[in-house]
């Protein structure tokens, strides 16, 4: 932390880059410093999807709440289809979108790139291939440290028509999921785990090849492959001297579904208030995101023990319900038997090994044994 000169941030990802332009449009010299030398690069362009179940605020007011415009590829999401182990489609809807997609990656059109744009906009300096180190900085938006879990995803051009298809199986994606999306041309598959990482490539191979028997789509010869993983830990406080953590280096993260952006950006705007005025962040996040957490931890929980048949279950329950929104958002609301389950899930999933998660006292679940996993990034 410096004692004067710009707000140095570490990161430029949604929540490093959130926090600068709250501090930027307040009239603050900002400085973000990033490691790579282009924002968004553990992504390949592919399509992510920014929540808006967990809480009230639909996404694009939650946006304008925190001074961020729309300068992305931005489309809303009403529908999908989810499949269950058996390979039983089901139709979801919803009256409200239950999400909006955005791309991701060093390229334009996507979030991070329109981040970027606004920052500088605003009158950050964005300073590429510069490594900050936790203690130089007053924000710490690093991202995930250690995987927690991990994904291998590809992507392409398509002229196939649009699908939102989500296949819940613990068998071909062990305690996570696979997708396709194909939305404006665009086209991402991608398998989701949380065990068995070394493994990550069979999940790959033998989930793109369930998902292709149960409702064929084409793959060209040129796609983009990439790996990437998400962090999950709990902690009290998320300052460290006087370095606010936020997003994934903090450990916010959605554990249910792994939909972080929304956990990213809030954090970093949250940071980003905390400092202009002068309230304490841990304050500050524990009042918005705390029980939002301890939720999304009772509910991964639940998805990993309740096998296929819970996964099953969740498939129709989701598709029955007159609304998908509001039934999702029902999964994220606080209920007594969710916080009497929440210290028994701490307990059960206690620390095993070491982790690599910072700073200081969290609860994690330390699979340090299962941490071989590929080289991350872009693989081509
Ligand atoms: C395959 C995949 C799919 C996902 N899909 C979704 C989705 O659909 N919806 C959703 O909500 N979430 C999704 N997520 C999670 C989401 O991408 C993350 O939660 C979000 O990007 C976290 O933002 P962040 O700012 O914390 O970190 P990041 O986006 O990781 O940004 C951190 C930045 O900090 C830089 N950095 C690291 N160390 C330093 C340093 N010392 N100095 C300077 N710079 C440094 C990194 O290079 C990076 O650019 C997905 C994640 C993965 C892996």
């Keep these: 932390m410096q004692d004067h000169g710009p707000i140095r941030i570490a990161g430029a990802g949604p929540s490093g ?21 282009d924002v968004g690069t553990r992504f390949i362009g592919d399509l992510q999807i920014i929540e808006s179940a967990s809480v009230g605020e639909p996404i694009p007011r939650f946006l304008e709440r ?27 809807r919803s009256g409200e979108p239950y999400g909006w997609f955005i791309r991701r990656g060093a390229e334009e059109g996507t979030l991070d790139r329109g981040l970027l744009a606004q920052a500088r906009n605003a009158g950050a300096n964005v300073i590429f291939n510069s490594r900050l180190g936790a203690e130089e900085a007053d924000i710490v938006a690093t991202g995930p440290a250690s995987p927690d879990g991990l994904a291998r995803e590809m992507t392409w051009r398509t002229d196939e028509p649009d699908r939102i298809d989500v296949f819940f199986n613990h068998k071909l994606s062990p305690g996570g999921y696979y997708y396709l999306f194909i939305l404006d041309g665009i086209a991402t598959f ?3 785990i949380v065990a068995d990482f070394k493994r990550i490539d069979e999940y790959f191979a033998h989930s793109l090849a369930e998902a292709q028997r149960l409702h064929g789509f084409r793959i060209p010869e040129q796609t983009r492959t990439g790996y990437s993983y998400m962090n999950f830990h709990l902690k009290h406080r998320a300052t460290n001297g006087n370095a606010r953590y936020v997003g994934e280096a903090a450990g916010f993260q959605d554990y249910l579904f792994g ?6 950006l809030t954090s970093g705007h949250l940071a980003a208030r905390s400092i202009l005025e002068e309230r304490d962040f841990d304050d500050l996040w524990q009042n918005e995101l705390g029980q939002k957490q301890e939720i999304s931890l009772v509910n991964r929980f639940l998805y990993e023990t309740g096998g296929n048949v819970g996964l099953s279950l ?14 999702l958002s029902s999964w994220h609301q606080g209920r007594w038997w969710k916080s009497m389950l929440a210290p028994v899930v701490r ?19 330390s699979r340090d044994t299962e941490m071989k996993v590929p080289p991350l990034g872009p693989v081509s």
């Design 17 to 37: 880059l959130a926090a600068a332009i709250a501090l930027a449009h307040a009239g603050r010299e900002v400085e973000v410093h990033e490691a790579k030398s």
């Design 66 to 92: 925190i001074g961020v415009q729309e300068n992305f590829y931005f489309r809303a999401a009403d529908w999908a289809t989810f499949y269950d182990a058996r390979g039983v489609a089901r139709v979801i």
């Design 190 to 192: 991608g398998c989701a």
């Design 259 to 264: 939909l972080g952006i929304r956990y990213a």
């Design 314 to 327: 969740f498939v129709r329950h989701a598709a029955r319900a007159k609304d998908f929104r509001t039934y």
């Design 347 to 365: 307990r059960v999933w206690r620390h095993r090994g070491r982790c690599l998660h910072k700073p200081g006292e969290h609860w994690c679940r």
